[in-house]
């Protein structure tokens, strides 16, 4: 996915392949001092926007396997 001048690549979180564009992703975007990743989840379907403070108790599940 592009997005402006970033690369945003979609993953699978089950660690599969994705066979077709999914027609939403959820955007993950993580920093740790002057370097910040962005990362898609594939959706089929979003309910509304949320946003999760870096102490919440997902944040490092989400994250973990991208950083």
């Known amino acids: 996915m ?3 001048r970033y690369k945003i690549p979609i ?7 994705i066979d077709s564009h999914p027609n939403f992703a959820l955007i993950i975007n ?5 370097r910040f990743g962005l ?3 594939p959706a089929d379907h979003i309910v509304s ?3 999760l403070s870096a102490s ?4 490092c599940r989400i994250v973990r ?3």
């Open 11 to 17: 993953l699978d979180p089950f660690r599969g392949d």
């Open 49 to 51: 926007n949320i946003q």
């Open 30 to 34: 993580h920093s740790r001092g002057n």
């Open 39 to 41: 990362y898609g989840y």
């Open 2 to 4: 592009h997005f402006a």
């Open 65 to 67: 396997n991208y950083v």
């Open 56 to 59: 919440d108790r997902a944040v």
